[in-house]
């Protein structure tokens, strides 16, 4: 035995093994082991999602934090938050699927679109001479004269990387290669056979979409998604920044994992798409303000403190392998530029999917996330108006008591019957919690009912409702039918977070509405992007006043507009421009200034009576 002995964390079902010095936290040991444990609250002890069940081993007590949010039947079972665990021998700890961020639904895709395709890449088919005792012109000389003489380009350059992978490729080509060229710089190599590929991606909060595309012809490639591994530092962006904010190491430590998360998508995107990643020439990647600071590696700390300013907003071409990305050798990134605040280059790119900047028609665009971002945009108006609401995690199942993301076994919708709760699951797997559209679902069906009064209190005596351990709750799925052997139940406390979230998209609209003079019944479109909003079911939105009570040909779901948007960036130079105008033109309301919002806010929470709906649908 060594004076520092390691200790043994065997993560199960998964399987994975990580050894770590005694005392050590186990919700790093999670991290460590690549675990994606829920820790909405970035490990503080206040969301209770990281819950794990010890099997075996010696660790620290339960403090008051586990006795929160675990019944005292649960502790002694050996349920514990990871994050108030130290660990004190070897271990063996059971990590329940609702507590885990992997496998789960991915909305990564959105509306078609056409576009011109004028990307930055230029690929240049070059027959080279092969050096002789009497040519004796560099490898490099003998390519950019070749590129110059075929396509009248002169000054060509190439980095000391990129020429790296001349010297190899052009004796395995036989001097017959593709030069990839953002305007006089070569950034990369390929067969003669082969087209530039670009890479572009939505960098999520929560998740990640990545897009493979042919930079020439703008077809499709391969698309995939993953969580943003950012998650295990914290779900929403402030618990990020401020852990990026405790010094450099943990500003590069939260940019790695990202980093490594973009490495993995490029690598399997590659390889379904049978590319390699060395013809991947440009990358753009749109995220909000956050993300785009994290990325970057920009100081973080103006951000996360009101009054909540950028380091800078400014679109930048940076190098991929400055950032660690593993693409082409001279390739560059596009990041676009954001708006405001924390509204970033993912509002831009979904103003511009969506067309709103064309001012053609009285248009909102609502982009629903933990972040939700509304836009609006009406003929003779000068700028595009935005706002961004807290709207928070709940639609992703954080703070709610059995919620969980979109992953096989939630509870995807609800309707309640006089013979009781009909539930529709992910997979039709037994149910093990419950999605965002669940849960929106389940408090239309409950209001519907006459269960759940406007002010958002569940109706003592109604059918099916009972108390539960923290007061009245309403079983969707009993013990029997679950995968969790026992009950999936929506809580009044779950009820008070769907209003705090609706509430906070709602007076977004109507504070973007009056500020603009825009009565609801103006509104030509209103556009729901985004992942959970293409999932939502739109009656059970406007039966709960998330949205306004508009005729429903008025509405469409696009899914994934940002996502759109950070391809059609990638493929043409003229949206690139168009981006920088958006950005230049929208004008950002800060909710909480305009006169009234609190109380607006409180009104907000309410559900629509009957009489209000009545006069909505007027
Ligand atoms: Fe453990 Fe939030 S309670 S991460």
Same mark, same amino acid.
């Given at each position: 035995?060594?004076?520092?002995?390691?200790?043994e964390v065997d993560f199960e079902p998964v399987g994975r093994r990580v050894e770590v010095?005694?005392?050590a936290d186990l919700l790093d040991a999670a991290r460590q082991a690549g675990i994606g444990l829920a820790s909405v609250c970035g490990g503080e002890g206040t969301c209770g999602r990281c819950r794990v069940v010890m099997m075996?081993?010696?660790?620290?007590?339960?403090?008051?934090?586990?006795?929160?949010f675990?019944?005292?039947?649960?502790?002694?079972?050996?349920h514990r938050l990871a994050c108030r665990v130290?660990i004190?021998?070897?271990v063996k700890v059971h990590v329940p699927k609702a507590s885990l961020v992997t496998d789960q639904r991915l909305q990564i895709?959105?509306?078609?679109?056409?576009?011109?395709?004028?990307?930055?890449?230029?690929?240049?088919?070059?027959?080279?001479?092969?050096?002789?005792?009497?040519?004796?012109? /560099?490898?490099?000389?003998?390519?950019?004269?070749?590129?110059?003489?075929?396509?009248?380009?002169?000054?060509?350059?190439?980095?000391?990387?990129?020429?790296?992978?001349? /010297?190899?490729?052009?004796?395995?080509?036989?001097?017959? =290669?593709?030069?990839?060229?953002?305007?006089?710089?070569?950034?990369?190599?390929? @067969?003669?056979?082969?087209?530039?590929?670009?890479? $572009?991606v939505d960098l999520g909060t929560t998740k990640i979409a990545g897009?493979?595309?042919?930079?020439?012809?703008?077809?499709?490639? @391969? /698309?995939g998604g993953l969580m943003n591994p950012q998650i295990s530092y914290g779900e929403d962006v402030i618990s990020r920044l401020v852990y990026a904010?405790?010094?450099?190491?943990a500003?590069?430590e939260i940019r790695e994992v990202v980093i490594e998360g973009l490495n993995t998508l490029i690598a399997s995107l590659?390889?379904?798409?049978?590319?390699?990643?060395?013809?991947? $020439?440009?990358?753009?990647?749109?995220g909000?303000?956050a993300m785009?600071?994290l990325l970057?590696?920009?100081?973080?700390?103006? +951000?996360?403190?009101?009054?909540?300013?950028?380091?800078?907003?400014? $679109?930048?071409?940076?190098?991929?392998?400055?950032?660690?990305?593993?693409?082409?050798?001279?390739?560059?990134?596009?990041?676009?530029?954001?708006?405001?605040?924390?509204?970033?280059?993912?509002?831009?790119?979904?103003? +511009?999917?969506?067309?709103?900047? !064309?001012?053609?028609?009285?248009?909102?665009?609502?982009?629903?996330g933990t972040?939700?971002?509304?836009?609006?945009?009406?003929?003779? +108006?000068?700028?595009?108006?935005? $706002?961004?609401?807290?709207?928070g995690p709940a639609f992703e199942g954080a703070h709610i008591?059995d919620g969980m993301r979109a992953a096989s076994g939630a509870?995807e919708?609800?309707?309640?019957?006089?013979?009781?709760?009909?539930?529709?699951?992910i997979g039709?797997a037994?149910?093990v919690g419950i999605c965002g559209?669940?849960?929106?679902?389940?408090?239309?069906?409950?209001?519907?009912?006459?269960? =759940?009064?406007?002010?958002?209190?569940?109706?003592?005596?109604?059918?099916?409702?009972?108390?539960?351990? !923290?007061?009245?709750?309403?079983?969707?799925?009993?013990?029997?039918?679950?995968g969790i052997?026992?009950?999936?139940?929506?809580?009044? @406390?779950?009820?008070?977070?769907?209003?705090?979230? !609706?509430?906070?998209?709602?007076?977004?609209?109507?504070?973007?509405?009056?500020?603009?003079?825009?009565?609801?019944?103006?509104?030509?479109?209103?556009?729901?992007?985004?992942a959970f909003?293409?999932?939502?079911?739109?009656?059970?939105? =406007?039966?709960?006043?998330?949205?306004?009570?508009?005729?429903?040909?008025?509405?469409?779901?696009?899914?994934? @507009?940002?996502?759109?948007?950070? !391809?059609?960036?990638?493929?043409?130079?003229?949206?690139?421009?168009?981006?920088?105008?958006?950005?230049?033109?929208? /004008?950002?309301?800060?909710?909480?200034?305009?006169?009234?919002?609190?109380?607006?806010?409180?009104?907000?929470?309410?559900?629509?009576?009957?009489?209000?709906?009545?006069?909505?649908?007027?």
């Amino acid at each position: 035995m060594t004076d520092n002995p390691l200790f043994e964390v065997d993560f199960e079902p998964v399987g994975r093994r990580v050894e770590v010095p005694p005392g050590a936290d186990l919700l790093d040991a999670a991290r460590q082991a690549g675990i994606g444990l829920a820790s909405v609250c970035g490990g503080e002890g206040t969301c209770g999602r990281c819950r794990v069940v010890m099997m075996s081993g010696q660790v620290s007590e339960p403090v008051d934090a586990d006795r929160r949010f675990l019944s005292q039947l649960e502790i002694n079972a050996g349920h514990r938050l990871a994050c108030r665990v130290k660990i004190h021998s070897d271990v063996k700890v059971h990590v329940p699927k609702a507590s885990l961020v992997t496998d789960q639904r991915l909305q990564i895709g959105g509306l078609a679109r056409a576009l011109t395709v004028e990307s930055a890449i230029k690929a240049c088919v070059v027959e080279a001479e092969p050096p002789t005792l009497r040519d004796l012109r /560099s490898d490099l000389e003998r390519v950019t004269d070749a590129v110059e003489s075929a396509y009248g380009l002169r000054h060509v350059t190439a980095e000391p990387a990129v020429i790296r992978q001349l /010297s190899p490729a052009a004796r395995e080509h036989k001097w017959s =290669l593709t030069a990839f060229l953002h305007a006089r710089e070569i950034v990369g190599f390929a @067969a003669p056979t082969r087209r530039p590929v670009g890479f $572009a991606v939505d960098l999520g909060t929560t998740k990640i979409a990545g897009f493979l595309v042919d930079l020439e012809t703008g077809a499709d490639l @391969a /698309s995939g998604g993953l969580m943003n591994p950012q998650i295990s530092y914290g779900e929403d962006v402030i618990s990020r920044l401020v852990y990026a904010g405790r010094g450099p190491a943990a500003a590069a430590e939260i940019r790695e994992v990202v980093i490594e998360g973009l490495n993995t998508l490029i690598a399997s995107l590659c390889e379904q798409a049978g590319v390699d990643k060395h013809e991947v $020439a440009e990358a753009c990647i749109v995220g909000n303000t956050a993300m785009h600071h994290l990325l970057l590696g920009l100081p973080t700390r103006q +951000l996360s403190v009101a009054p909540f300013v950028a380091a800078s907003n400014a $679109a930048v071409d940076v190098r991929a392998r400055d950032l660690g990305l593993d693409i082409a050798p001279g390739a560059y990134v596009h990041v676009p530029p954001c708006v405001g605040g924390f509204v970033g280059a993912d509002h831009v790119a979904m103003i +511009l999917a969506c067309d709103l900047d !064309k001012g053609d028609r009285v248009a909102v665009g609502v982009d629903i996330g933990t972040n939700t971002e509304i836009a609006l945009c009406k003929p003779g +108006l000068a700028y595009l108006t935005s $706002a961004s609401c807290a709207s928070g995690p709940a639609f992703e199942g954080a703070h709610i008591k059995d919620g969980m993301r979109a992953a096989s076994g939630a509870i995807e919708a609800v309707r309640i019957t006089a013979a009781g709760p009909q539930i529709k699951t992910i997979g039709d797997a037994p149910a093990v919690g419950i999605c965002g559209s669940g849960i929106i679902d389940a408090v239309a069906a409950l209001h519907g009912a006459g269960l =759940l009064n406007h002010r958002g209190r569940l109706v003592p005596g109604g059918p099916g409702l009972r108390q539960g351990p !923290k007061g009245m709750e309403y079983p969707l799925a009993l013990a029997p039918q679950t995968g969790i052997d026992r009950d999936v139940v929506i809580t009044q @406390a779950d009820i008070n977070e769907i209003q705090l979230a !609706k509430g906070a998209i709602q007076t977004g609209l109507e504070i973007l509405l009056e500020s603009t003079n825009t009565p609801p019944a103006a509104v030509d479109e209103l556009i729901v992007a985004g992942a959970f909003g293409s999932f939502l079911n739109l009656d059970s939105a =406007l039966d709960i006043g998330l949205l306004p009570r508009l005729p429903r040909a008025k509405y469409s779901q696009v899914g994934n @507009a940002a996502g759109v948007g950070a !391809k059609a960036l990638l493929l043409s130079l003229k949206e690139r421009t168009r981006a920088q105008k958006i950005a230049r033109r929208t /004008s950002y309301i800060e909710l909480t200034t305009f006169p009234g919002f609190q109380r607006r806010f409180a009104l907000s929470m309410w559900f629509p009576t009957g009489d209000r709906r009545v006069r909505e649908d007027a």
